[in-house]
């Protein structure tokens, strides 16, 4: 079954994982106001946490070669000669321009 998964970064920085973002589901009020709901562990509550829009990406459900789970935004090295390119949601697909990433053989999330 496909994840349906976002990640943002939030105004407040203390609120955020150790990579800067925090995931959840994502609730758009507005063009300005974008929230991330956040389940707790206990799946008994929730957080509802303001991020800046334009950080914010959908969870392609792809993992890099490492095992890290890709999301839109990232940059990750692939084709032939290897370079670093950004991931886009584009015509109903994730791709790095004009091309699919779930094609590609290597692929590995860059900084």
Do not use: H
Not at 20 to 43: C, D, F, K
Request: charged share 25%; net charge neutral.
């Amino acid at each position: 079954m496909r994840r349906i998964m976002f990640r943002g970064k939030p105004f407040n920085e203390t609120l955020a994982e150790e990579d800067g973002y925090i995931y959840g589901q994502l609730v758009q009020w507005n063009a300005v106001v974008w929230q991330i709901y956040v389940i707790e562990p206990s799946g008994d509550d929730y957080r509802d946490i303001a991020v800046y829009p334009k950080s914010v990406g959908q969870c392609t459900d792809i993992e890099d070669d490492n095992g890290v789970m890709l999301y839109e935004g990232d940059k990750i090295l692939c084709g032939s000669p290897l370079t670093a390119k950004k991931i886009i949601f584009n015509k109903g697909k994730f791709c790095t321009g004009s091309y699919g990433i779930f094609g590609w053989k290597s692929k590995t999330k860059v900084k």
